[in-house]
């Protein structure tokens, strides 16, 4: 080791190695000593004794190393408000002192002949001076921040640089900047979980590990440029298809959260919706940007998935915010496909056109009216308040929207729900490396499948919890009708304000509710109850805890420690070809500084609350079972 001159200790201890003192270490020995009013404030002298005894030093004790040494002599001098100054340091031995003129500690430590391990051979514990006075501890550097909260980063990856400061101020009593929080939290994130490059290098070996103990399952990842720089990864596991495929509505939503980790980056869904009206993952990407370009490679991979998987390809609905990149890939992939758009998305697009409240919640009546009489009269409600309306419908067409006139089954979805659940996701691992921040969507998927399966197999009804409850008011509701039998299949039901048709085999009525919900209607309830039947029968398949126990029949298979994958950068492609290439990190670095974008805030997700209108008086705020009007 090199020979140093006495000068203060700064050297930086490896973020891997023996974690620091516990937060709780004293931190003054000199309890009577008066300090500045900005100084922080010791414990009382029993729990300064008791610390003082654990953190003494003795002729004779052993390190494994000299970096050990270094660490533990920091930690102490951190401890009890002194610094210390190397004099010696070469391969055989660890001399310092106290850096206080007139002082007399001083400790020599020395290497043990033949062994790797060093041994103090004389100590001067005594201490004259009254110590470090004020916040500032030259002890206190990168590596040692990072040690001190490598426990905490650990369990809380969110652990912000601020809520260090604060933390290591108040349980150790000494100051670090904003930078060395930072860049401590960033050596200990490294030492846990590995460099963000890193992470990108294991990809084709993830990739493969997930198609070896997820047979059936879909990963894969490309890299562009000479220097193979990342562009997308996709993954989809077998047990998510398979329960889209036999057990889930033909609806999909998609969206995608902006990752503020390193290199950014952005996360790419596609869900579909259970039995139960639950949120199912079906594919997750990560890419570079969001582009047109990377949309089209989503969609055509998600074409893929389903042609290998199902013998025929579903009339898919899709719910999205239709930006043209979207459009246009399911326009090419999926050209049979209704694409509609995220209510939210509208809602909020005419908010901020009109800014009118009362027009507002007309636009929400419109948006459910289920007839096309229903929604004219609404927007001619609209019209009388403001003309430009009429323009700003013209723009977003009715047909990609309104229940009345949009031709795909939603099954009274109409917003992108999941895009709460990804945020919270993503939230949870985007400061982590890919493959870890893929690990931990992955354990969230677990955990939502092994939850909902439980709830699924305690189940005793036919129908999901949720769908009971619509037959269940459906029935209540039928008890104010007067039915009418046509035949053997139609009927007629008559209420004070107008007269539906019902088809029973068809499973049609004239209010439409029953086709665009998939389950009957009042109509279609008063007409079965007539007759007979079990309303609950009527339901579509998708709303069976039959149905819901399938989705999530499969299982998502553990990934094995990334010490068994073999060398990093090499793996099998989809089809089994050995693939030899190293990942790098793709060119979207994020730029310094605080972003200027405003956080994504949960609260701002939240549609506005539907306004029910009455089925018989068609007023707002109360619904046709609690109306007050004469039959």
């Known amino acids: 080791m090199m020979q140093m001159s006495e000068q203060s200790l700064s050297i930086e201890s490896n973020a891997n190695a023996d974690a620091s003192l516990p937060l709780s270490a004293v931190p003054n020995a000199n309890a009577d000593v008066a300090l500045p009013v900005d100084v922080y404030t010791p414990v009382s002298s029993t729990d300064a004794s008791v610390s003082l005894e654990n953190q003494a030093l003795a002729v004779g004790q052993e390190f494994s190393d000299v970096d050990t040494c270094r660490r533990t002599l920091k930690d102490i001098a951190i401890a009890l408000h002194f610094e210390i100054r190397i004099v010696k340091s070469d391969r055989s031995r660890f001399i310092a002192k106290c850096s206080r003129d007139g002082c007399p500690w001083r400790v020599h430590v020395a290497k043990l002949p033949g062994l790797p391990t060093f041994t103090i051979r004389t100590l001067q514990s005594e201490h004259t001076c009254e110590g470090v006075q004020n916040l500032h501890r030259q002890q206190a550097s990168v590596g040692w921040v990072a040690r001190s909260v490598e426990a905490r980063i650990r369990d809380n990856p969110q652990y912000k640089p601020k809520e260090i400061l604060q933390d290591i101020r108040d349980q150790h009593g000494i100051a670090v900047s904003y930078m060395q929080a930072w860049r401590g939290k960033e050596r200990s994130m490294a030492a846990l979980h590995g460099t963000y490059e890193e992470g990108f290098k294991l990809l084709p070996a993830y990739c493969e590990q997930i198609r070896k103990t997820n047979p059936g399952s879909i990963a894969s990842v490309v890299a562009i440029g000479q220097e193979n720089s990342f562009q997308r990864l996709f993954v989809a596991y077998r047990a998510a298809i398979y329960g889209f495929v036999h057990a889930c509505r033909p609806l999909l939503e998609l969206d995608r959260v902006h990752l503020k980790g390193k290199y950014i980056g ?51 609905t899709i719910l999205s915010e239709r930006t043209p990149g979207l459009v246009e890939a399911f326009e090419t992939h999926f050209p049979n496909a209704f694409h509609g758009f995220c209510l939210r998305f509208i ?26 009489t229903e929604f004219e009269s609404k927007i001619s409600e609209m019209v009388q308040i403001s003309q430009e309306v009429l323009p700003w419908l013209h723009y977003f067409n009715p047909q990609l929207w309104a229940v009345a006139y949009f031709e795909g089954v939603r099954y009274s979805h109409f917003t992108l729900n999941f895009t709460e659940l990804l945020y919270s996701w993503a939230l949870e691992c985007h400061e982590l490396p890919i493959v870890q921040m893929m690990e931990h969507i992955r354990h969230q998927m677990t955990s939502w499948f092994n939850q909902h399966l439980n709830v699924a197999m305690q189940l005793t009804s036919i129908l999901v919890p949720s769908a009971e409850k619509r037959i269940s008011e459906a029935i209540s509701d039928a008890r104010c009708y007067k039915v ?145 009007l004469a039959m």
């Open 266 to 316: 952005t996360l790419l869904c596609a869900a579909a919706v259970d039995a139960d009206d639950h949120l199912f993952p079906l594919a997750i990407a990560v890419v570079d940007v969001e582009s047109n370009e990377n949309w089209m490679w989503f969609v055509s991979e998600l074409r893929k998935l389903l042609g290998v998987n199902t013998d025929s390809m579903p009339r898919l």
């Open 347 to 372: 809602s909020e697009n005419f908010r901020d056109t009109f800014k009118n409240s009362k027009l507002v919640n007309i636009f929400w009546s419109a948006a459910y009216a289920l007839t096309t």
């Open 484 to 628: 009418l039998r046509a035949n053997e299949v139609e009927f007629e039901i008559v209420s004070s304000e107008r007269t539906n048709i019902v088809d029973i085999r068809s499973r049609i009525c004239s209010c439409r509710r029953w086709q665009l919900y998939g389950l009957p209607c009042a109509h279609g309830a008063a007409a079965l109850i007539s007759c007979g039947q079990n309303a609950h029968l009527f339901a579509e398949t998708c709303f069976t805890v039959h149905s819901y126990r399938e989705t999530y029949s499969q299982m998502i298979h553990p990934i094995p420690d990334k010490r068994l994958w073999g060398e990093p950068g090499k793996g099998t492609d989809g089809g089994g070809a050995q693939v030899d290439v190293t990942i790098r990190p793709p060119k979207t670095r994020r730029p310094p500084g605080r972003p200027k974008k405003k956080v994504l805030r949960l609260e701002s997700l939240k549609r506005p609350k539907r306004v029910v209108q009455c089925g018989r008086c068609h007023m707002l705020g109360h619904s046709q079972k609690k109306c007050t």
